[in-house]
């Protein structure tokens, strides 16, 4: 791949993907709209005068012929579960790049089985570029690699946004049934969904955490190697005014924080936040970062965002911070 790279948002017309569309233009980008929705691709195409295309995922030689011009295809369109797998499994096939912003433990679990596939296409395939990943996977590889390697590691997301997408609802329902997990010695093991809530101290005060089934399991334990892993989620309203300034003055703040915690195989401890606004306006920023560091610096293989992009990658998104806890 070499010269002008081309690039492609699949499920541009959902909410998720026209946010993503809309930030590529503001950076520079001109990617493809893709989607199975014509009509509505075409609307966002005509506004942001952008190309598109019409495609759906259940016909294998449209869809790849679909991809034969494109250098990499950015994934929105959930839930993944139906949509990660076929659209990844053609990328392979094409030798395409292929980005998602899911954060589903069954679509990390199937993607990283690719791993090898991809290292002999010669492609990146990493799934979780938008916040829910992101956050907790540069922390978490971040407080690893200050305790020389987790032997315990904890993650945890508490999002704020004016706006919740309308996947999300569908995403976790269709998720439910295949349960609780958590990583203990290196593999993940059964876990009792809504035990374990615990209680960590975020920069706006103390939040109540639930242990919650997400990429994360898989994502941190390929970006660090740690055997035992939890992923949390803050139990609030993503929309909710705790994450507001209701004294100030104009529209609301919104504040949105990952947590990270690692236990050394000697009792280290490290632990570090990470701090940035609404989450719905991270991910299109963090997906749009991570198509522009794939072209600069290919790696190849099923890899997670802190691997692929570095401990730091987060940091590269504005008004992103973070904070090592003493």
Known sequence: MSGAHSWMIYGASGYTG??????????????????????????????????????????????????????????????????????????????????????ELQVFRALYGLDQQARAARVAVIPGVGFGVVATNCLARYVSEAVGGAEHLEVATKAASSQQGPGVPATREQNLPYGGWIRQAGQLHPYELGSGITTIHFPDGACQILPIPTGDLE????????????????????????????????????????????????????EAWLQTGDSYTFTPAASVRAVEELFSAPVSGAISPAAAFGANFALTVKDTTLTDIS
């Open 219 to 270: 994502a941190a334990f390929q970006a660090t190697g740690s055997p035992n892993v939890v992923s949390y989620m803050a139990l609030v309203d993503p929309a909710g005014l705790q994450n507001t300034d209701e004294k100030a003055a104009g529209p609301p703040t919104y504040r949105s924080f990952g947590w990270a915690r690692a236990t050394g195989a000697d009792g280290a401890t490290a």
């Open 18 to 103: 026209a946010l993503i569309a809309q930030k590529a233009v503001e950076s520079g980008h001109r990617p493809v709209l893709a989607g199975r929705n014509g009509p509505a691709v075409g609307a966002l195409a005509d506004t942001l005068d952008l190309p598109h295309r019409v495609m759906t995922l259940d016909d294998p030689g449209a869809l790849h012929q679909a991809l034969d011009d494109i250098d990499l295809v950015l994934n929105a369109a959930g839930p993944f579960l139906h949509t990660a797998s076929p659209l990844a499994e053609a990328c392979l096939v094409a030798a395409t790049h292929y980005l998602d912003v899911s954060n």
